[in-house]
Every structure is written in structure tokens, then in C-alpha cells.
């Protein structure tokens, strides 16, 4: 029987690159490689997203609706959802209801949420997740130019000669980009990258300087760079006079607290001599690109952050231009189609903001809405605040995992657990966000969900359904509107497809749109449901004007304010705070290579576990002396707002009295490493946004007196993993079993509490134990002469060769290899490489490397022909370039050793 191959081109539902992807389907099963056709990536893709089809089993899926912890049927949960939020609006109003969405929702989505909370219930209180990545760039842009866009595209990169990393770790975060930027620069000699981050970053590898300055102190840095530019001429007031206002006094305020190169870099703790550089390189080079990320927005002035660098590029004129220009990175795959249809608490729909009544009068004409709002609702911070209070009592929060992800996750997760109606939609079990939930609704994952997503550079995309949905699974914008008809909304919500919903948010983006609002794709609105399957990316404004779109704005000079005028903001750099005796070390987090959110995606991916496998902590050698610490200890933060366990890394890449922590881990991969635990509910005032980049903690030893390795056939239940809710548990999925590193403070009394402790069945399982003052205890079950679990446990972790165990549970057991399981090793004449994972995309080690290098492979192109290192994402380069210089010194101190 010949297979049946059918390729569907979608996007990938990670990062806000936005990727195309073409997904084959033979005989219904999936492979994933990059679209060629798509202007994000050409066909080139991340590690997470060549590792999608991975990602497509129905183990560990949502697949019926649950209510009140019992299944049921779709009527069932339709009617407790509209009866609960029924009763809530009747007994304390339309504002005790709340929405809390995502940017891993499709567009259609997002709009008849937004529609029926805003429209129809009467509630303001709908804000996302988008809030905690995107809000202060959303502000900062509003304020500069009049509305939420991005001025340019990413064929700026090509036509580019300077690139600014500001907060923005692309070489991990979006390789495909920093694949782009590292192709310039390997074509043009000329060409400069700098980054502008307090530790150094797998960007640096690739940078020709590295500004390792003060954390929070890059609105200093820019407002330095304006007086600069002032100073040295480099001002295009030709461009300032005729397109903006402002400039006096945004240049007086830079002046005021940063007129000298020697002040900005005393501010910024960088030698002055690289700011200088910095500096001239910026002055010199037209084709100057400031791309910005997290760093930047995750701030309590972020949005001062994102005007401070938008004023140099206003100043200069280098804006509306091929390869120049500010670029703001977004996190998520739909984090602007969210803004489009008004998923802030602050937006109303199609960027209409609460402050034009007249432009309010128009959503409520065009959804002919019963019960417009007319205020603002609660940002995200507020809004979980509320909850707490009880001034929200129902709740339905859409595939985001706010007990993870929000700052003080531990408040969030009580606020949450008092609330009487929490309605999640979802399509993984069990999260800790879902765990809390009086109904649980099963959605769409990607691969099932059909609709579109909107990129960092303003790219329309279709995301097609490819995969049979399992279970009882259903689209969100179906849930939602079968909830609103439920409700009584008859009119308004009889959608068939997403073509429809997407045909009427087309329609309202260009409804008495004179050309005074940015966003408009009503060019779009009279698509046929067979021309909506077949839309291709486009950027907007998509109009009967620009039928094409428009890559770039403001190309005219005319902005989107009152005045048509770009508006140059005076920002000042806000006070430092000082360490606090309980708290002394600043502490930073930020995101992985391999690991996507809150990993319930990404963490079921065994290849995507190995880089990283365990939550860490990286501190300065100094720190690591002065604490005690060794590389590979357990120790743990805290602060008044929680605590966390993880283990040491020591580098000098991280600036002294500073520590970085991921932000990855939840409950289901680790018991006590939730990020955002440790991080305060500090806001931006102007965009509402948290600062989820700087926090204040203690140090200290874990000093475990037990620790194992546990390895499972199956995973341990919620009920195993809760035994270890206050001591030390991280879960590593490998490809035949499930993997665990356990400690304990405590030693068990004996073998048989062990096993009482992990609740293992020890049936037919043979074991060792060495004298009782080592505390080792080594035992495996075995059943069919399959192997079940192995624990070994001692008090430190034992040296193990963890590829050949993993692979011991796929295979009949032999008596020579039962002889060696306890011991860990595979025995003598039987060799795995278990060193540190660099090439996720083909499996590559360090080992292999290191001996290619030491065989003569001299650069990255070499080791990539020879290992395939390198080739795919190019996100393994800066350890490639690492090793390779590794390699280098070694051999240099061989020959003058």
C-alpha cells in the first residue's frame, strides 16, 4: 500500500518570529520541516519547532470537559459554565466576571472573547498574558507614534550594518533572526553587533562588544546617547523639525542626567571606553537596528526603556527607512493579533482605545453590542489582585498558565484556590494553573486549531489544522460561542468557521477608519472561506488601497498622534534600589534554548530535556567563594515572597552580587523551581507590565542528606510528586522511561521507608545495599523481564552512564546486564557519551566535538560538515564558537606550558 502524503503549510505556535512550517502527514504520521516560501524563516526553523511533531501525542492531553472534578459531556459543561457566570453577573454584577487570555490563542479566538466579555456580558476586566512580555513596548509605542506598531519588517536585517541587542537574547530566543543577522555580518566585514545585557549571553559569542552594564540602567545608557549624538552633530533636524515634537525637552532631560560619556558609564558600571565606542558606532552607521526584547519591557520603567531608545532613532531620522530603525521581539506567536482584536484590559477592539468616545460609539454600532464597556478593565496584575480580594468571583482563564507565570506565583495560586468559578480551557493535564480549575474545558492544541496569528513584524499567517482533534477536544472560539448562546446571545456569536470571525474582525478594523488607525486589514474582510484557507502571510495595513500590505511605516513621515507628529518623550532614569540585609543579590531570569513558557509543550520532549535538564542558578565565582558553594550543589533562594531549590552553576559570565534563574520550570517538572515565586507584583505604572527581571534574594546551602537517582517506566503521580513538594524533585522525560533527581534534608530510617516514600512496588526486584554509615540503598524492579524502575540512592548523587539506562527499559533485560543495573554503569567494553548536550537538532555532544576539533575541525562550517552541528538552527553556534576557542587556549598553554 502506497502512502498517502498531504503537506499543509501552517505556523509554528511558539515564538513571535512567526515561522511558517510544512507539515506532511504520510499514512497519518506528522513531519515537520520549515516552509522555504515564508518570508519569516525561509524554511529554517528552531530546535522547538523541528521538535513539533514530537510534541502531537494524546499522552498527558485534556480530552473530556470536567465539572467540579467529574466528566461529562459538551452540554453539560456549556450549561455549568453559562449558568455559573450567569449567576455571578446577577448577584454581584457584569464586573465580577474576568477573562485572563493568551498569546498562544489564534486571532479568532482572541475576537469573540474580547466581544463577548466587552460587548455582551458588560465586563472591561479581559487582559492576556501578552501583558507580562509586550505591554510596555505597546505604551512606549503608543506614546511615540500614536499606536501599537512596529515601524519595520524584518528585511531590515538584511539591509542593516549596525545591530543593538538590548535586552534580547536572540541567538537562544530567536535563532532564526540572529541566523539572519550572523549571515550579515559574515558577508559584511563591516558590519557590527552589539549587545547590551547585564550577564553575558550566548548572543555575546557573535558580538564585537558587549555592554555589561548595571541592570536597569539602559534608559541611562540611551538618554546618554541622545546627548551624544547632540554633541558630536549627528542629529538629522531636518527630520526632527518637520515630523516631530518634543525634542527640546526630551534632549534637555538627557543632558540634565547624562551630558558626558564618564557619567553614563559610572551610572551603567561599563568602562567608558565601550560606551564610548558604542556610541561613535551608533553616530556613524545610518543602518542602525535596535532590536529589544524582555530585558527592556519587564521593567518598572520599561516603557521609559522603549521611548529612551525610540528617541535616539527619532533623532536621527532613522526611522520609515530600509535597515534602520527600533524593533520590538515579541515572545509569542499571537501576542499582536491578541492587541488587534483589544485582548488588553486597556484596548476596546481593532486598537480603539476607551479614550474616543466616538471611536467607541463605532464597536458598539458594528457588534450592535448590548452592553459596551466605556472603561478600562484590570490589567494583569490587578486583575489576579481582584481575584484575591474577592472582587472577581468567576474567572476563565485560556491556554496560559498564570500560577507559573505571574509574579508572586504563590499569592496568584491562593487567590486562585478562594475563587468560587475558575473555568480553564486547556489542552494539557495536569497544570498547575488546571489543578485549581471548577471546570476544566478541553481545546485544540496546534496541529487541530485552524485561524490566523500575527508576527513581530506585522505578518498575517494561517495556522491549518493538520491532525484529526482527539478526544472531545474543541476550538476555542467554538466554546465561546456556544457559552454566549448559552448565555442568550443568539445574535453576534453564530459563527460556522474561523473564516467567518476573521471576515467580521477584518471588517470592524476598517469601520469608520478614515485612515486615523494604524491597524486596518479591511482589504481582507470580503474573503471567501476557500480564499481564507489559501491567505497567504501579509503584513498589515492590508487595504483596497494596499492590497499587497505595506512592509514598512511612516515611510511619508506622517504618524498616527492628533498632530501626524512623532513624539519625542523626556524619560529620566529612575533610582537604583539598594540591596536589602536580607536579601543581597539581585536576581534576573529569562528563558532557555531548548524550553518554551512553562514548559507543558516542550518539557514532554525528551531531546528538548537534555541541554538543560535540571533548574539552576548561575552565580558569579566570587559569590560561589563567599556562600561556599560548590558547582553542582543544591541551594536555595528566598525571599518574603517564596523560595526556590535548584542547583548551582558558576560563571564569571554573570556580573558579582547578580544570579539568573529560567523562568521554565512548574510543578510538573520540579518541586520547588517556580520562577516568578520569588518576584513581587513591582508594575510599570504607564503599561502595567511586571518586573519579572529583577528581584532581590537570599543564598544559601540545601546541604541534602539523601539524594537518588529514580528512573520509571511510568511517570510518578501528582500524589508520589507531592511527598516532595518541600524538598528537592526535578523530572528529565527520556526517551524510554522518566527520569527524577531526588533529595531529601533528611535520611530515611530505612530501605522499606524509601519505598514507602516513592510508593514503589518492590516485586521481583533485586538490590544491593552497602554498609549502613555510606546510607546507599540500590534497588530495581523488573517484571516480563522488562525493567520497571531503578533507584539508587546514596548520600550524593552517584556517577551513572544515563544514556544506557534509559535504554535498558526498551529492551528484553539480558543476565549480564541485570548484573551491572545497580551499579549504574554499563560495565566494561560498553560505552556511552553522556557529556553535555550542545546540537539538540542532531544530538551532537561535547565530546564528539571536542574530538573533531582536537582532529582538526578549526571552525563551526568545519565541525557542521563533519557532525551536522550548527546546521539546522544555528542556536548551538555560541557553544560551538565556545568549545572552539576552549580548544584554542588549551592548546596555546600546551605549547608555552
Same mark, same amino acid.
Given at each position: 500500500?502506497?502512502?498517502?502524503?498531504?503537506?499543509?503549510? #501552517?505556523?509554528?505556535? !511558539?515564538?513571535?518570529?512567526?515561522?511558517?512550517?510544512?507539515?506532511?502527514?504520510?499514512?497519518?504520521?506528522?513531519?515537520?520541516?520549515?516552509? $522555504?516560501?515564508?518570508?519569516?524563516?525561509?524554511?529554517?526553523?528552531?530546535?522547538?519547532? $523541528?521538535?513539533?511533531?514530537? #510534541?502531537?501525542?494524546?499522552?498527558?492531553?485534556?480530552?473530556?470537559?470536567?465539572?467540579?472534578?467529574?466528566?461529562?459531556?459538551?452540554?453539560?459543561?456549556?450549561?455549568?459554565?453559562?449558568?455559573?457566570?450567569?449567576?455571578?453577573? &446577577?448577584?454581584?454584577?457584569?464586573?465580577?466576571?474576568?477573562?485572563?487570555?493568551?498569546?498562544?490563542?489564534?486571532?479568532?479566538?482572541?475576537?469573540?472573547?474580547?466581544?463577548?466579555?466587552?460587548?455582551?456580558?458588560?465586563?472591561?476586566?479581559?487582559?492576556?498574558?501578552?501583558?507580562?512580555?509586550?505591554?510596555?513596548?505597546?505604551?512606549?509605542?503608543?506614546?511615540?507614534?500614536?499606536?501599537?506598531?512596529?515601524?519595520?519588517? !524584518?528585511?531590515?536585517?538584511?539591509?542593516?550594518?549596525?545591530?543593538?541587542?538590548?535586552?534580547?537574547?536572540?541567538?537562544? +530566543? /530567536?535563532?532564526?533572526?540572529? =541566523?539572519?543577522?550572523?549571515?550579515?555580518?559574515?558577508?559584511? %566585514?563591516?558590519?557590527?553587533?552589539?549587545?547590551?545585557?547585564?550577564?553575558?549571553?550566548?548572543?555575546?559569542?557573535?558580538?564585537?562588544?558587549?555592554?555589561?552594564?548595571?541592570?536597569?540602567?539602559?534608559?541611562?545608557?540611551?538618554?546618554?546617547?541622545?546627548?551624544?549624538?547632540?554633541?558630536?552633530?549627528?542629529?538629522?533636524?531636518?527630520?526632527?523639525?518637520?515630523?516631530?515634537?518634543?525634542?527640546?525637552?526630551?534632549?534637555?532631560?538627557?543632558?540634565?542626567?547624562?551630558?558626558?560619556?564618564?557619567?553614563?558609564?559610572?551610572?551603567?558600571?561599563?568602562?567608558?571606553?565601550?560606551?564610548?565606542?558604542?556610541?561613535?558606532?551608533?553616530?556613524?552607521?545610518?543602518?542602525?537596528?535596535?532590536?529589544?526584547?524582555?530585558?527592556?519591557?519587564?521593567?518598572?520603567?520599561?516603557?521609559?526603556?522603549?521611548?529612551?531608545?525610540?528617541?535616539?532613532?527619532?533623532?536621527?531620522?532613522?526611522?520609515?527607512?530600509?535597515?534602520?530603525?527600533?524593533?520590538?521581539?515579541?515572545?509569542?506567536?499571537?501576542?499582536?493579533?491578541?492587541?488587534?482584536?483589544?485582548?488588553?484590559?486597556?484596548?476596546?477592539?481593532?486598537?480603539?482605545?476607551?479614550?474616543?468616545?466616538?471611536?467607541?460609539?463605532?464597536?458598539?454600532?458594528?457588534?450592535?453590542?448590548?452592553?459596551?464597556?466605556?472603561?478600562?478593565?484590570?490589567?494583569?496584575?490587578?486583575?489576579?489582585?481582584?481575584?484575591?480580594?474577592?472582587?472577581?468571583? &468567576?474567572?476563565?482563564?485560556?491556554?496560559?498558565?498564570?500560577?507559573?507565570?505571574?509574579?508572586?506565583?504563590?499569592?496568584?495560586?491562593?487567590?486562585?484556590?478562594? *475563587?468560587?468559578?475558575?473555568?480553564?480551557?486547556?489542552? !494539557?493535564?495536569?497544570?498547575?494553573?488546571?489543578?485549581?480549575?471548577?471546570?476544566?474545558?478541553?481545546?485544540?492544541?496546534?496541529?487541530?486549531?485552524?485561524?490566523?496569528?500575527?508576527?513581530?513584524?506585522?505578518?498575517?499567517?494561517?495556522?491549518?489544522?493538520?491532525?484529526?482533534?482527539?478526544?472531545?477536544?474543541?476550538?476555542?472560539?467554538?466554546?465561546?460561542?456556544?457559552?454566549?448562546?448559552?448565555? =442568550?446571545?443568539?445574535?453576534?456569536? +453564530?459563527?460556522?468557521?474561523?473564516?467567518?470571525?476573521?471576515?467580521?474582525?477584518?471588517?470592524? $478594523?476598517?469601520?469608520?477608519?478614515?485612515?486615523?488607525?494604524?491597524?486596518?486589514?479591511?482589504?481582507?474582510?470580503?474573503?471567501?472561506?476557500?480564499?481564507?484557507?489559501?491567505?497567504?502571510?501579509?503584513?498589515?495595513?492590508?487595504?483596497?488601497?494596499?492590497?499587497?500590505?505595506?512592509?514598512?511605516?511612516?515611510? +511619508?513621515?506622517?504618524? !498616527?498622534?492628533?498632530?501626524?507628529?512623532?513624539?519625542?518623550?523626556?524619560?529620566?532614569?529612575?533610582?537604583?534600589?539598594?540591596?536589602?540585609?536580607?536579601?543581597?543579590?539581585?536576581?534576573?531570569?529569562?528563558?532557555?534554548?531548548?524550553?518554551? /513558557?512553562?514548559?507543558?509543550?516542550?518539557?514532554?520532549?525528551?531531546?528538548?530535556?537534555?541541554?538543560? %535538564?535540571?533548574?539552576?542558578?548561575?552565580?558569579?565565582?566570587?559569590?560561589?567563594?563567599?556562600?561556599?558553594?560548590?558547582?553542582?550543589?543544591?541551594?536555595?533562594?528566598?525571599?518574603?515572597?517564596?523560595?526556590?531549590?535548584?542547583?548551582?552553576?558558576?560563571?564569571?559570565?554573570?556580573?558579582?552580587?547578580?544570579?539568573?534563574?529560567?523562568?521554565?520550570?512548574? &510543578?510538573?517538572?520540579?518541586?520547588?523551581?517556580?520562577?516568578?515565586?520569588?518576584?513581587?507584583?513591582?508594575?510599570?505604572?504607564?503599561?502595567?507590565?511586571?518586573?519579572?527581571?529583577?528581584?532581590?534574594?537570599?543564598?544559601?546551602?540545601?546541604?541534602?542528606?539523601?539524594?537518588?537517582?529514580?528512573?520509571?517506566? #511510568?511517570?510518578?503521580?501528582?500524589?508520589?510528586?507531592?511527598?516532595?513538594?518541600?524538598?528537592?524533585?526535578?523530572?528529565?522525560?527520556?526517551?524510554?522511561?522518566?527520569?527524577?533527581?531526588?533529595?531529601?534534608?533528611?535520611?530515611?530510617?530505612?530501605?522499606?521507608?524509601?519505598?514507602?516514600?516513592?510508593?514503589?512496588?518492590?516485586?521481583?526486584?533485586?538490590?544491593?545495599?552497602?554498609?549502613?554509615?555510606?546510607?546507599?540503598?540500590?534497588?530495581?524492579?523488573?517484571?516480563?523481564?522488562?525493567?520497571?524502575?531503578?533507584?539508587?540512592?546514596?548520600?550524593?548523587?552517584?556517577?551513572?552512564?544515563?544514556?544506557?539506562?534509559?535504554?535498558?527499559?526498551?529492551?528484553?533485560?539480558?543476565?549480564?546486564?541485570?548484573?551491572?543495573?545497580?551499579?549504574?554503569?554499563?560495565?566494561?567494553?560498553?560505552?556511552?557519551? +553522556?557529556?553535555?548536550?550542545?546540537?539538540?537538532?542532531?544530538?551532537?555532544?561535547?565530546?564528539?566535538?571536542?574530538?573533531?576539533?582536537?582532529?582538526?575541525?578549526?571552525? &563551526?562550517?568545519?565541525?557542521?560538515?563533519?557532525?551536522?552541528?550548527?546546521?539546522?538552527?544555528?542556536? *548551538?553556534?555560541?557553544?560551538?564558537?565556545?568549545?572552539?576557542?576552549?580548544?584554542?587556549?588549551?592548546?596555546?598553554?600546551?605549547?608555552?606550558?
Amino acid at each position: 500500500m502506497s502512502n498517502i502524503l498531504t503537506t499543509t503549510l #501552517t505556523t509554528c505556535p !511558539y515564538c513571535g518570529v512567526g515561522c511558517g512550517i510544512s507539515a506532511s502527514t504520510p499514512d497519518q504520521i506528522v513531519t515537520v520541516q520549515g516552509d $522555504s516560501t515564508h518570508p519569516a524563516n525561509y524554511g529554517r526553523l528552531c530546535v522547538k519547532g $523541528s521538535a513539533l511533531a514530537q #510534541t502531537l501525542s494524546v499522552e498527558g492531553r485534556l480530552l473530556q470537559p470536567q465539572v467540579n472534578g467529574n466528566d461529562c459531556d459538551w452540554p453539560t459543561a456549556i450549561s455549568a459554565v453559562a449558568e455559573g457566570l450567569a449567576q455571578t453577573i &446577577a448577584q454581584h454584577g457584569p464586573g465580577a466576571v474576568a477573562m485572563y487570555l493568551s498569546g498562544q490563542l489564534l486571532t479568532e479566538d482572541y475576537y469573540v472573547a474580547n466581544k463577548l466579555m466587552k460587548g455582551f456580558i458588560g465586563s472591561p476586566h479581559v487582559d492576556t498574558n501578552s501583558r507580562l512580555c509586550m505591554a510596555s513596548t505597546v505604551a512606549g509605542h503608543k506614546r511615540a507614534f500614536g499606536a501599537d506598531v512596529v515601524p519595520g519588517c !524584518y528585511d531590515d536585517i538584511e539591509q542593516a550594518r549596525l545591530f543593538v541587542l538590548v535586552g534580547a537574547n536572540m541567538a537562544w +530566543n /530567536h535563532p532564526v533572526l540572529f =541566523g539572519r543577522i550572523r549571515a550579515v555580518m559574515q558577508a559584511n %566585514p563591516e558590519a557590527k553587533l552589539v549587545v547590551i545585557d547585564p550577564r553575558r549571553s550566548a548572543s555575546c559569542e557573535a558580538a564585537q562588544l558587549h555592554l555589561k552594564l548595571r541592570p536597569g540602567s539602559d534608559v541611562l545608557l540611551f538618554t546618554g546617547l541622545l546627548s551624544f549624538l547632540a554633541e558630536q552633530g549627528k542629529l538629522d533636524y531636518r527630520f526632527i523639525n518637520l515630523h516631530t515634537d518634543g525634542f527640546a525637552g526630551a534632549l534637555a532631560s538627557a543632558q540634565l542626567q547624562a551630558a558626558t560619556v564618564q557619567q553614563v558609564a559610572a551610572g551603567c558600571d561599563v568602562p567608558a571606553e565601550d560606551v564610548l565606542l558604542f556610541y561613535r558606532w551608533f553616530a556613524d552607521q545610518p543602518l542602525s537596528l535596535t532590536l529589544f526584547s524582555q530585558g527592556v519591557n519587564q521593567a518598572v520603567d520599561g516603557t521609559d526603556k522603549v521611548n529612551a531608545i525610540i528617541n535616539c532613532h527619532l533623532a536621527t531620522g532613522r526611522i520609515g527607512k530600509p535597515g534602520c530603525g527600533p524593533f520590538s521581539l515579541t515572545g509569542q506567536p499571537n501576542a499582536m493579533g491578541g492587541r488587534e482584536v483589544g485582548g488588553l484590559a486597556n484596548q476596546l477592539a481593532a486598537h480603539i482605545d476607551y479614550s474616543d468616545k466616538a471611536q467607541q460609539a463605532l464597536v458598539g454600532e458594528f457588534w450592535k453590542a448590548p452592553n459596551l464597556v466605556t472603561q478600562p478593565g484590570f490589567k494583569a496584575v490587578e486583575l489576579f489582585d481582584a481575584i484575591e480580594r474577592g472582587e472577581i468571583k &468567576a474567572v476563565w482563564i485560556m491556554a496560559t498558565n498564570p500560577v507559573v507565570s505571574m509574579p508572586q506565583a504563590d499569592k496568584v495560586k491562593a487567590a486562585l484556590a478562594k *475563587c468560587p468559578l475558575v473555568i480553564v480551557s486547556d489542552i !494539557y493535564q495536569p497544570t498547575d494553573t488546571l489543578d485549581l480549575a471548577t471546570i476544566k474545558l478541553p481545546a485544540l492544541g496546534w496541529s487541530e486549531k485552524d485561524g490566523t496569528v500575527t508576527n513581530s513584524e506585522r505578518r498575517i499567517s494561517r495556522q491549518r489544522a493538520l491532525c484529526v482533534p482527539p478526544g472531545q477536544t474543541k476550538a476555542d472560539w467554538q466554546i465561546i460561542c456556544d457559552v454566549a448562546k448559552a448565555l =442568550g446571545f443568539n445574535q453576534g456569536f +453564530n459563527f460556522d468557521n474561523a473564516a467567518q470571525i476573521f471576515a467580521e474582525h477584518a471588517a470592524l $478594523s476598517g469601520f469608520g477608519n478614515t485612515g486615523d488607525r494604524a491597524f486596518d486589514i479591511s482589504g481582507l474582510q470580503h474573503l471567501t472561506t476557500e480564499q481564507y484557507q489559501q491567505l497567504v502571510p501579509i503584513q498589515w495595513p492590508v487595504t483596497s488601497t494596499q492590497p499587497e500590505g505595506m512592509a514598512r511605516l511612516f515611510t +511619508n513621515g506622517k504618524f !498616527y498622534t492628533a498632530n501626524g507628529r512623532a513624539q519625542f518623550i523626556a524619560v529620566r532614569q529612575s533610582e537604583f534600589k539598594q540591596a536589602m540585609p536580607d536579601a543581597p543579590l539581585r536576581l534576573n531570569s529569562g528563558r532557555l534554548r531548548d524550553q518554551w /513558557h512553562t514548559m507543558t509543550r516542550t518539557g514532554g520532549v525528551a531531546s528538548l530535556m537534555q541541554h538543560t %535538564p535540571e533548574p539552576f542558578v548561575t552565580l558569579h565565582p566570587s559569590d560561589a567563594a563567599l556562600y561556599g558553594i560548590a558547582a553542582g550543589e543544591l541551594v536555595k533562594l528566598t525571599n518574603s515572597n517564596g523560595a526556590m531549590v535548584v542547583r548551582a552553576q558558576i560563571s564569571d559570565k554573570q556580573r558579582p552580587k547578580e544570579l539568573f534563574i529560567p523562568m521554565h520550570w512548574s &510543578a510538573q517538572f520540579a518541586s520547588q523551581a517556580r520562577a516568578d515565586v520569588l518576584y513581587a507584583a513591582d508594575t510599570d505604572p504607564i503599561s502595567g507590565q511586571p518586573a519579572l527581571k529583577l528581584s532581590q534574594v537570599a543564598l544559601s546551602r540545601f546541604a541534602p542528606k539523601w539524594q537518588a537517582f529514580l528512573f520509571t517506566k #511510568t511517570p510518578l503521580t501528582p500524589c508520589q510528586l507531592q511527598r516532595f513538594s518541600q524538598h528537592y524533585l526535578a523530572r528529565v522525560p527520556l526517551t524510554g522511561c522518566q527520569s527524577y533527581r531526588l533529595a531529601l534534608s533528611t535520611v530515611p530510617d530505612d530501605d522499606k521507608h524509601m519505598l514507602q516514600l516513592l510508593q514503589l512496588t518492590p516485586t521481583l526486584y533485586c538490590r544491593e545495599q552497602s554498609n549502613s554509615a555510606e546510607v546507599t540503598y540500590r534497588a530495581a524492579a523488573i517484571a516480563d523481564n522488562q525493567l520497571q524502575w531503578l533507584l539508587l540512592a546514596g548520600q550524593a548523587l552517584p556517577d551513572i552512564d544515563m544514556i544506557w539506562l534509559n535504554q535498558q527499559f526498551s529492551v528484553p533485560l539480558s543476565s549480564q546486564t541485570r548484573q551491572h543495573l545497580l551499579s549504574g554503569q554499563a560495565g566494561q567494553g560498553v560505552a556511552s557519551d +553522556n557529556s553535555a548536550l550542545i546540537c539538540s537538532c542532531f544530538n551532537v555532544r561535547s565530546k564528539a566535538i571536542c574530538e573533531a576539533i582536537q582532529n582538526g575541525a578549526g571552525s &563551526a562550517a568545519q565541525l557542521g560538515k563533519q557532525l551536522q552541528c550548527g546546521t539546522n538552527c544555528g542556536s *548551538c553556534l555560541p557553544e560551538l564558537t565556545a568549545l572552539l576557542a576552549q580548544q584554542l587556549n588549551k592548546t596555546l598553554s600546551d605549547v608555552t606550558g
